[in-house]
């Protein structure tokens, strides 16, 4: 037995005795090898046809004995021993058969094949049902080397194992198997027997038909004798696979013939339209393939980077440790506006014609709106460099999406697309992360039912939001309950669908970007103080949209160049469009050094250079009426209230706890960990500030709990503390801000980005 205490003790006493693998190819061999490494199993032993093969397995170390038939070992072996058959799909029913009435009591039988349908079928064949002791399993890992020789320890690492148990498979043997599998590192996961076979068919069995049939089709074509000569890398890349074992793969596609005819026929429809596109010179349709094609691989690539087969991605855990100390200084130019960006893809999507946008903000949020959009069949080429063309489809022109529409951690995402999608004529469903999933969705499904929606959300008015398509919208009078941008927007961007005109008022003024990009886009949307209405069944004509820099993500390097001594920076083409400026207010009302420079008009939004020096600040009430226009800049302005001389006082805030997290409590959490004294209250915050020039903060660990605007808050606050600020769960940064951490080093400050996963 292996020594106690280790893992794999543990796990040999679990109930892996013996192993005998099989066929000793890649496949048997490597768990072999896996299991020995990981002290596993008490011993391994192979069964081969050719004595060749047993003498090769043996003197590579692969197993302890080898033999030619397998019924000269079953006498010896026992309860909690394993029989792994890796051999060949269609000869699994074969050893099945040498097997029937040999087994001992209590010895696990499993496998590798790539089909479960005929392992189940052969085990019928052979047993008359399945037996209880048969756990049917398939490695995702694999190579296209094959034979003794090709075996590793290490290849079922970090790889994903399916077992397809059927309903009298006994607990023990699935556990006993479990167990094995988990020994080599592998993760293990169980499914039925149909859904595996469809999944691998398309997945694994359909691009190992292309692979063989290209490579085949070339070899034979005497015209391109020299392709393989000159054949670079796409064609090795493609082909790589067409190296496989022949005799596995035969047997995998007589197998498994159902599933993999349809992925066939489904794959040479969709080959039979590329062909036509091509022929008839169909640019958009080839964009359209080829853009969703690279989006939906580059997200591959990243689930790749992690491991093959990963169901869902899970975040990746990033903390920052924000050093003390540092001035910033420079010329800086922070991402585009997020607010803008999201609206350029739903109103150029919608739009007739070509819509090019500039400085598109390449976060996630702003992604997941743009990926909404091409899972709606619109075409879309970029991002590049904030670079985007958009193929409008007009305002009829969406098409059903494949499945639920994720949009990650993105609020504006979720709302605004429900007044859109409340319009369409097929259904929809819009999901997103832990942090949205605990977001309020009333605010948005109630006027769109009295609209005439039809939308179901989660518990208590959370996501996901189920919306009924088909169904005809009337044209509302909406009086705001909260001042929210996303509200507004949600009933007018319904309102485009409705018979009649919409109106919303709102009850303090909030940002207008929807309703300068309709105007933008040729709708006529008609606005009388807090009141904006526009008539349903217009169309939007395509244009250029050149998106400033984000404001909100500018207000970090206000506050930092305010409170840190020695500052001067300036900030390029901000957007200051007067319903966001509420940071520039509220920071020079508190005595920041801040002026506007060169300001101009781009695209019906006012933008300016920023140009912001240090200055000693002092405490103040916080007007209400600036907290609609500085609502998402509250974390940082936090910052610079500890920093400044006496008290600072928030009311009228509470929109701020429902918001990526409750703000208010999240930063006063963070404060009183670096020892400020900021007590929250139902609608705001009251800060005592510290004043002077010296250290504000005390070092230490604060939870940014995701929000990607509390993360970069404490991060700026760290230019007036006395020791480092550890700033847990940041992965979210890159929803609005992706470049965040080197903008923040080129400027001076001292940041370490620790990532893990
Ligand atoms: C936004 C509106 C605001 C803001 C959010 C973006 C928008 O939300 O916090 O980051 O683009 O319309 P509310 O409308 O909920 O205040």
Not at 700 to 721: K, N, Q, T
Request: glycine letters at 12%; charged letters at 20%.
């Amino acid at each position: 037995m292996p020594e106690a205490g280790t893992l794999a003790g543990q796990d040999a006493a679990a109930g892996i005795g013996r192993l005998v693998v099989v066929g000793i190819g890649l496949i048997g061999g490597s768990l072999a090898l896996g299991l020995k490494a990981a002290s596993g199993c008490r011993e391994v032993i192979g069964v081969a046809r050719r004595p060749q093969t047993c003498e090769q397995a043996v003197a590579l170390g692969v197993v302890d004995r080898a033999v030619t038939d397998i019924a000269d070992i079953l006498p010896e072996l026992e309860a909690g021993d394993v029989i792994f058959v890796a051999v060949p799909t269609l000869t699994v029913e074969a050893v099945f058969a040498q097997l029937k009435d040999r087994v001992p009591a209590g010895v696990t039988i499993t496998d590798g094949a790539s089909v479960k349908g005929s392992v189940i079928a052969a085990a019928k064949n052979v047993w008359g049902e399945v037996p209880e002791f048969l756990v049917p399993g398939h490695p995702i890992a694999g190579s296209e080397q094959s034979g003794v020789t090709a075996a590793r320890d290490d290849l079922y690492i970090a790889h994903r194992i399916i077992l397809t148990p059927m309903e009298n498979t006994a607990d023990e043997h699935v556990h006993r198997i479990r167990k094995m599998w988990e020994a080599v590192g592998a993760e293990v996961l169980s499914m039925p027997v149909d859904e595996h076979d469809e999944v691998l068919a398309a997945t694994s069995h359909l691009p190992h038909v292309i692979a063989f049939g290209l490579v085949d089709t070339l070899a034979h074509d005497a015209e391109n004798e020299n392709i393989f000569r000159y054949a670079a890398g796409g064609f090795r890349d493609f082909t790589r696979i067409a190296s496989s074992d022949p005799v596995m793969w035969r047997d995998i596609m007589l197998a498994n013939r159902d599933a993999i005819l349809k992925s066939i026929d489904l794959y040479t429809s969709n080959l039979g339209s590329l062909r036509s596109a091509i022929a008839s010179g169909d640019s958009e349709q080839l964009m359209g393939v080829f853009t969703r094609a690279k989006a939906a691989r580059d997200h591959f690539t990243k689930m790749l980077a992690k491991k093959a087969y990963t169901e869902t991605m899970e975040a990746k855990e990033v903390t920052f440790i924000a050093q003390p100390g540092g001035a910033v200084n420079g010329d800086l130019r922070v991402p585009g506006d997020k607010s803008m960006s999201h609206r350029s893809i739903m109103l150029g999507s919608l739009a007739e014609g070509v819509t090019e946008v500039e400085g598109f903000l390449e976060g996630e949020d702003a992604l997941a709106t743009l990926q909404s959009f091409r899972d709606m069949g619109v075409v879309i080429e970029g991002p590049v460099n904030g670079r985007v063309t958009i193929h409008g489809v007009g305002m009829h022109g969406l098409q059903a999406p494949p499945g639920p529409l994720y949009v990650g951690n993105s609020g504006t995402s979720m709302r605004l697309l429900a007044g859109l999608l409340a319009g369409q004529k097929f259904d929809t469903v819009l999901t997103g992360d832990e942090s949205l999933s605990k977001r309020p969705m009333n605010r948005v499904a109630n006027p769109l039912r009295e609209m005439g929606a039809v939308v179901e959300t989660g518990e208590e008015g959370r996501p996901p939001l189920k919306i009924k398509g088909g169904n005809a919208l009337k044209a509302i009078d909406y009086t705001l309950p909260m001042a929210s941008a996303q509200v507004k927007s949600c009933v007018l961007l319904a309102g485009l669908y409705a018979d009649g005109e919409t109106s919303t008022t709102e009850p303090a003024p909030t940002r207008d970007h929807t309703e300068r990009m309709l105007s933008g886009f040729g709708y006529e949307v008609q606005r009388d103080g807090p009141r904006a209405s526009l008539k349903g069944g217009g169309k939007l004509t395509a244009g250029h949209i050149d998106v400033p820099a984000d404001i909100s993500s500018a207000t970090f390097f206000m506050v930092a160049a305010s409170i840190a001594p020695g500052s001067d920076v300036l900030l390029q083409h901000v957007g200051i469009n007067p319903t966001r400026d509420g940071a520039i207010n509220i920071l020079r009302a508190m005595g920041a050094d801040i002026t506007l420079e060169n300001q101009r008009e781009v695209g019906g939004e006012p933008v300016a250079d920023i140009r912001v020096r240090y200055a000693p600040l002092k405490g103040i009430k916080i007007p209400e009426d600036q907290v609609p226009l500085a609502i998402d800049e509250f974390p940082a302005i936090f910052v610079a209230a500890s920093c400044a001389e006496g008290e600072t006082v928030l009311t009228g805030a509470e929109e701020l706890r429902v918001k990526e997290s409750d703000r208010i409590q999240a930063m006063a959490d963070g404060l009183e960990v670096l020892g400020v004294d900021a007590k929250p209250t139902a609608d705001g915050i009251v800060i005592q500030g510290k004043g002077g020039e010296g250290a504000v903060f005390g070092g230490g660990e604060v939870d940014s709990l995701g929000d990607h605007r509390i993360a970069m808050s404490f991060a700026v606050a760290a230019l007036r503390a006395g020791a480092d600020i550890r700033i847990k769960h940041c992965a979210n940064v890159a929803t609005s801000f992706p470049n965040f951490a080197e903008l923040a080093k080129g400027a001076g400050m001292n940041l370490r980005v620790v990532s893990l996963g």
